[in-house]
């Protein structure tokens, strides 16, 4: 019975405390989740020997959910990337089985009308991964025919469907300039709770008040202990609008699933750090 829980980073300005040498601040991020999401992998594909000290940094239980690049899924929407996608698979390849999923977010212009790209697209995935899909398009969440027939597509590859749950972000008035901000580049669907798969992923996206994310992810405790019991094994994101304080409540996220289910695997221990001395 395995809860992974993670940030959309591995890194940032408020954890400096936790992660005092910056080439191992993948490693101490580790020991505090045991997942995170790849976003910069859609920026640009990193070096081989990055992908390496990655690997290095971490246990091999540990999970990458790992994003497409953009010209893949963005710029050419999956079509004629056969070359882009094995350059990128073959610089990931050092990441094992930390690879939990390829990552496939698409841009919310992809509809219905493409769900036969996306068929051919995910059938050329190597078997050794799995696949994740996580689409932004109105018709997916409105058209309840359009929905089926996402499922079932991604049902006949193995696939799951990422749901990315904003609800609580888009909840009344943005309060401070980061939420503002958070509005203007994060979906506004509704709220998705169906997994596919033994290995569903949430994103939950909260608010700057860590009491108001607390209580927004209730509904998601209940969801992530019955899949618990059903033997899946979830993989939880916890996003805030200027992600300073996710790395304490992706933990607290888990201590409360925790709570419920006391058989579960506790996290990690945090690696220790201490201010320098001179002596």
Not at 53 to 82: C, M, N, Y
Not at 119 to 142: I, K, M, N
Not at 213 to 219: K, R
Request: contains cysteine; proline residues 9%; hydrophobic residues 40%.
């Amino acid at each position: 019975m395995r809860l992974h829980v993670g940030c959309a980073m591995w890194t940032h300005a408020a954890w400096q405390e936790y992660q005092p040498v910056a080439a191992e601040r993948l490693r101490h991020y580790a020991s505090w989740c045991t997942a995170v999401e790849g976003n910069t992998t859609f920026y640009a594909t990193p070096t081989r020997n990055t992908v390496e000290s990655w690997a290095k940094q971490t246990d091999p239980d540990f999970r990458f959910v790992i994003k497409l690049p953009k010209p893949i899924t963005h710029e050419r929407r999956l079509q004629g990337v056969e070359v882009e996608l094995r350059t990128f698979l073959d610089a990931m390849q050092p990441l094992g089985p930390r690879i939990h999923a390829l990552w496939v977010q698409l841009p919310g212009s992809f509809g219905p009308t493409d769900l036969g790209t996306l068929a051919g697209f995910l059938r050329t995935l190597p078997d050794s991964y799995r696949s994740a899909v996580e689409v932004r398009h109105p018709a997916f969440f409105e058209n309840d025919s359009a929905a089926r027939q996402l499922e079932q597509l991604l049902a006949r590859v193995g696939a799951e469907w990422v749901p990315f749950d904003t609800t609580l972000l888009f909840e009344g008035p943005a309060e401070s300039a980061a939420e503002a901000e958070a509005r203007a580049k994060k979906p506004r669907v509704p709220r998705r709770t169906q997994a596919l798969t033994e290995f569903p992923i949430v994103r939950y996206h909260g608010r700057d008040s860590a009491e108001r994310t607390i209580a927004g992810w209730q509904p998601w405790l209940e969801i992530v202990v019955a899949w618990l019991h059903e033997g899946r094994s979830p993989t939880v994101f916890i996003h805030t609008p200027d992600s300073a304080s996710s790395l304490h409540l992706a933990r607290r996220f888990h201590d409360e699933v925790r709570a419920r289910l006391p058989e579960l695997e506790p996290l990690p221990d945090p690696i220790p750090t201490e201010p320098m001395t001179l002596f």
